[in-house]
């Protein structure tokens, strides 16, 4: 069985910065503004709002 192709087309963020806050939020248990911070330490402005979506 095939999995989904998954489009970022129209995401402000490139790819691999999504999956890392995906990956970040599944795989321990942080909030969403604990995601935030973590890539804001990284140098990636992003809300906890735009994680969430």
Do not use: C, D
């Amino acid at each position: 069985m095939n999995s989904p192709t998954i489009s970022y087309k129209n995401h402000r963020f490139p790819q691999q910065i999504i999956a890392h806050a995906v990956w970040l939020y599944f795989r321990f248990p942080l909030s969403l503004r604990l995601v935030e911070e973590m890539l804001l330490e990284r140098g990636i402005v992003v809300s906890y709002e735009t994680i969430r979506r």
